[in-house]
């Protein structure tokens, strides 16, 4: 993929998760393994390069869900195969 989309696509992410759109502490499993992760830190906090870690990871999964959502919307546009039933 072009880099430019990359960048757009991060600058996506963050808004998204700026204005809310996309919380990750709206999700139960997350939250729980967001307290194990805490509770393992004496200070109660992240280190800076776990919660970096995290944040890549999850730009990572964004941008794999914004690609995958773009190829299924391409996809299910194309005309139906010779070969396919019905």
Do not use: K
């Not at 990572?60 to 139906?80: E, K, M, V």
């Amino acid at each position: 993929m072009v880099i430019g989309v990359d960048i757009r696509i991060n600058e996506l992410y963050y808004f998204e998760t700026e204005h809310s759109r996309l919380n990750f502490a709206n999700y139960p499993e997350y939250r729980q393994a967001m307290a194990r992760a805490e509770a393992l830190c004496p200070e109660g906090e992240l280190p800076a390069p776990y919660f970096q870690l995290l944040d890549t990871a999850n730009r990572i999964s964004f941008t794999h869900g914004f690609r995958l959502g773009l190829g299924l919307a391409r996809w299910a546009d194309l005309p139906p195969s010779p070969e396919a039933p019905g």
